[in-house]
């Protein structure tokens, strides 16, 4: 049996698959990628801990009267404000602010009350000393926060007739007190 | 077909795109930090005061000896001191006839209540306007006297027109019934002492409004 051989047309085609063949291997065996070098080191850094905001829940609640002085609770309720009086609600708050760069402002507001004499007296809360900024250093100590209710001596009516019988066992119902510490704006 | 400044743009666009959603779905936000707390508080109730009074009553006091002049009314009243006769004339004071040296009281209890622990103020009797003094020669010289007798304690009396009396509710010694006696007098003689012979004759002796008023302070 004779051997088949090549004819010259099919030696060209075999001798190109040869060669692509031999570039793939070169390619992939000869141990090179296409990729750039690259090397990484590791580099221990730190833990950053965040600041601290936060107000306690009022303690120390006291009441009093300029001319009377201090009121229990159950003095407060037999307790018959007139014209001229002036009751003074007390609390202390104490702030922790943890922050190098953190600056608070300690504000009380109170809503309108409710009840008939509160159309003649005068109701105002706020922190004793004025709005405070605080800081991290007043961190831990405690503020004094008021609501002062005032029934004026006289509303302006009539010269000597003061106010007649207005307010006369009218009821005041105080709304409750909001103490607020929020961070001051970044500049 | 999309070129490579397109893709560009487009890769931007995602990463801007996921920022956005990074930073609005996590747990923090833009604001500061800010703590809150509320307390209550309590109730106020207002004080009061009211005044009341009785109605009033007038006596006629007469100094003259007994059974030497006539009352048309024949009601009997206590006597005062140095009075000789006495007469209620609280309906008919008009049908006396006045003669020197007598004296017209009017009577009257005033009520104070009040609740109020500060609950101070005067109270006041005025007799300025009790007799008009222009009315006539009789009226311009009568004299007033006013005696306020509180719940406790002693009578004040003061000659004149007006009685201030500070009382203090508050402290539980204000408040109650308070008899006023305010005494108009017909004086024996004209004012300078010279006698008033026929002058009072037909005088009228004007009496208006007595006021009583607790005024706080």
Not at chain 1, 73 to 85: F, I, N, S
Not at chain 2, 33 to 50: L, Q
Not at chain 2, 186 to 211: I, S, V
Request: proline share 4%; charged share 15%.
């Amino acid at each position: 049996m004779s051997e088949t051989q090549p004819t010259p047309a099919r030696n060209k085609a075999l001798r190109a698959g040869i060669a692509v063949a031999a570039g793939v291997a070169l390619l992939a065996g000869a141990g090179g990628t296409f990729a750039r070098w690259f090397d990484s080191e590791s580099v221990e850094t730190g833990d950053i801990v965040a600041g601290e905001l936060s107000l306690s829940s009022p303690t120390n609640i006291s009441w009093s009267e300029a001319t009377i002085g201090a009121l229990t609770t159950e003095e407060l309720a037999a307790y018959r404000m007139v014209p001229g009086d002036v009751v003074t609600y007390s609390a202390m708050v104490t702030p922790t602010i943890v922050g190098e760069n953190l600056v608070a402002t300690l504000t009380a507001e109170i809503p309108d009350a409710s009840g008939a004499l509160a159309d003649w007296v005068d109701v105002e809360a706020s922190v004793v000393g004025g709005d405070a900024t605080l800081r991290a250093a007043d961190s831990g100590t405690a503020v004094e926060v008021r609501v002062v209710i005032e029934l004026p001596f006289s509303t302006g009516g009539e010269p000597g007739s003061g106010n007649g019988t207005d307010a006369q066992t009218d009821e005041l119902n105080l709304a409750d007190l909001t103490i607020s510490l929020a961070q001051n704006d970044r500049p | 077909m999309t070129t490579r400044s397109g893709r560009r743009l487009l890769a931007a666009g995602a990463a801007v795109g996921l920022a956005v959603v990074l930073l609005t779905s996590g747990a923090g936000t833009l604001a500061g930090w800010h703590d809150e707390r509320s307390a209550a508080t309590g109730s106020i109730t207002a004080g009061s005061v009211e005044l009341t009074s009785s109605d009033a009553v007038l006596h006629l006091q007469s100094r003259q000896p007994v059974g030497a002049r006539t009352f048309a009314s024949s009601q009997t009243c206590a006597l005062a001191s140095g009075a000789t006769e006495c007469r209620v004339v609280t309906t008919g004071l008009a049908n006396e006839r006045l003669i020197p040296g007598d004296r017209v009281q009017i009577r009257l209890d005033v009520t104070l209540t009040g609740e109020g622990d500060n609950l101070a103020g005067d109270l006041t009797v005025d007799a300025g306007t009790v007799v008009v003094p222009g009315a006539s020669d009789l009226s311009a010289a009568a004299t007033t006297q006013i005696t306020l007798t509180p719940p406790q304690g002693s009578s004040t009396t003061v000659d004149g027109a007006e009685l201030v009396l500070p009382v203090d509710v508050g402290s539980g010694h204000g408040a109650g019934t308070y008899a006023v006696l305010v005494e108009v007098g017909l004086p024996t003689a004209r004012p300078g002492g010279a006698r008033w012979d026929t002058g009072l004759r037909a005088q009228l002796l004007d009496l208006d409004t007595l006021a009583v008023s607790f005024t706080q302070k």
